[in-house]
């Protein structure tokens, strides 16, 4: 590679104004033809309330316009289509063109839940094939597609746990939670009526076996555990960790957010894991980040098949598949339909084209992120020195000696033309880098990405004032994040003196 190749430099960015004020009137983007037969008798059918007379202040402006308007503001914005999104444990891989395209495909897109169950056999069996394909690379015995989300599949396991102890008769009290977990474990324990007792890891970063030998009593339901962990360390002992709690009728819970780690390569089914979810959108490939659609899938163990959400797919003499909601001991529904089919489309076309080349996936994802923590070890600190499987984390207690932090450092990568990767999490680490570049990028792309993390540490030391008020070559500095997640502005207002009524 060209040794004075960087990645970002100045990039005409247009400034542009809201599309309001771009508005003149009388311009129209679109003309309907002019109606053809009498207005009186279009209102009639059309009916009173499917017409509207007018919408105010609505922009005027014409077709070139609304395209470079919607254009130009896009180019404002990352993505993972521009460079390397290294958002430890968000997973933001690439998304393959061969997904969106199956999931347009006409008798996909266009099928509706509510159609009859004899002419939806071929989305029928699309679900059933990414069951079948799901349970394979979990090995687990039994799963529903439902849950919306990584947090929804966490409270669904958690209630499948609950409705099995308490058929025994105990639902019992409490649920374990390491400090590498995911932090919507604890907030899934609790949303689920357990209270939850935190397991501090040991100076490796993994769980204390011994301690929690001592933790597990008849009053625990069931141990969450992060495998790998937030720190990206793979927990050796699992399979002793699930014997000590089966010894005392705990469950294990597996949060399998990170099966881009292991995939093809190891299964949680035979490392004694007795439910666990999927982030489709994560490992299996849809776009994310914007807030979904995505899809959690719960892979389990025999023992909680009868406790599945309804209604769950079976399979009849013939190969007719029926949608079975006649489940006495089921928990109920956890999602409207089938779950968010879409996501499962996607899901479906992207184990299907690698095949059993998936694990190659999960051994690049591991590479990438170790090649990474190779080049990166003797910059950043790295308070955790276990292997690391798909993301590494380091903290920034070398550059805090010249009181530049996680965040700062973050906001300068977009100055070098990346996305920040994850600042402060996991909170076991202070001043946490979480950094997972997945398998999608290639060397050179991870060269720059280091070039650039190295030219960083070098200001920190030379000149950390230039990293502590980054970023310099975005439109807006830094935003206040807490305001724009609490009290989002999500629509444009009309200017008070213009109209009263404006909420
Ligand atoms: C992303 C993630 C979750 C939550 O998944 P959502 O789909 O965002 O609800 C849970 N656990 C881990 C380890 C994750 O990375």
């Avoid at 490939?285 to 209604?311: C, D, N, Q, W, Y």
């Avoid at 540490?457 to 950390?464: I, K, L």
Wanted: aromatic letters at 6%; proline letters at 7%; charged letters at 25%.
């Amino acid at each position: 590679m060209n040794e004075h190749f960087k990645k970002a430099s100045q990039h005409v960015s247009q400034n542009e104004r809201l599309i309001f004020e771009t508005s003149s009137p009388g311009k129209r983007a679109f003309d309907l033809p002019p109606l053809d037969v009498p207005a009186a008798d279009a209102a009639k059918l059309l009916g009173r309330h499917h017409r509207r007379e007018g919408v105010s202040d609505f922009p005027e402006v014409s077709e070139i316009e609304v395209l470079r308007h919607f254009t130009r503001l896009s180019t404002w914005n990352y993505a993972i289509d521009l460079g390397m999104y290294p958002l430890g444990s968000c997973t933001m891989k690439y998304n393959p063109r061969v997904n969106e395209f199956v999931a347009r495909l006409d008798g996909i897109a266009t099928e509706h839940p509510y159609q009859p169950q004899e002419l939806s056999q071929g989305c029928l069996k699309i679900i059933k094939l990414l069951e079948d394909c799901l349970l394979e690379i979990t090995g687990m015995d039994s799963i529903t597609l439902q849950p919306a989300a990584g947090a929804q599949g966490e409270l669904t396991g958690l209630l499948l746990i609950r409705a099995y102890l308490e058929k025994q008769g105990n639902p019992r009290k409490k649920v374990l939670i390491p400090d590498s977990a995911h932090g919507t474990n604890p907030a899934t324990a609790v949303i689920a009526g357990y209270q939850v007792e935190n397991i501090k890891s040991e100076s490796h970063g993994q769980i204390d076996v011994e301690k929690l030998r001592d933790l597990v009593t008849e009053d625990v339901a069931a141990l969450m555990i992060t495998n790998p962990s937030t720190l990206g360390i793979f927990e050796p002992r699992i399979a002793e960790i699930a014997d000590i709690l089966h010894r005392k009728g705990a469950l294990l819970y597996m949060d399998g957010a990170n099966m881009n780690a292991l995939t093809g390569i190891t299964r949680p089914g035979d490392m004694g894991v007795d439910v666990m979810h999927l982030n489709l959108h994560k490992t299996f490939s849809t776009p994310h980040g914007g807030g979904g659609p995505g899809a959690g899938p719960v892979a389990m163990k025999k023992i909680l098949e009868p406790f599945r959400p309804t209604p769950v797919l079976i399979e009849k003499d013939g190969g007719r598949l029926l949608l079975d909601a006649n489940r006495p001991e089921s928990i109920g529904r956890v999602k409207a339909f089938a779950g968010n089919f879409g996501v499962l489309v996607r899901a479906l076309a992207y184990i299907l084209a690698y095949g059993p080349g998936i694990r190659q996936a999960t051994e690049d994802a591991v590479l990438n992120a170790t090649y990474i923590r190779k080049n990166l070890e003797g910059v950043f600190e790295l308070p955790y020195s276990l292997p690391s499987m798909h993301e590494v984390v380091f903290s920034d207690a070398r550059q805090k000696q010249n009181g530049v932090n996680t965040m700062d450092i973050a906001k300068r990568l977009i100055d070098y033309g990346f996305h920040p990767y994850t600042t402060a999490f996991p909170l076991i680490v202070a001043g946490a880098m979480m950094i997972e570049p997945t398998e999608s990028e290639s060397k050179e792309e991870c060269d720059l990405f280091i070039d650039a993390m190295k030219s960083i540490a070098h200001e920190a030391a030379t000149n950390p004032q230039l990293v502590k008020t980054a970023p310099h070559t975005t439109r807006v500095g830094r935003l206040d994040e807490v305001g724009a997640a609490r009290k989002p502005i999500l629509r444009w207002k009309q200017a008070p003196a213009r109209s009263e009524a404006a909420d």
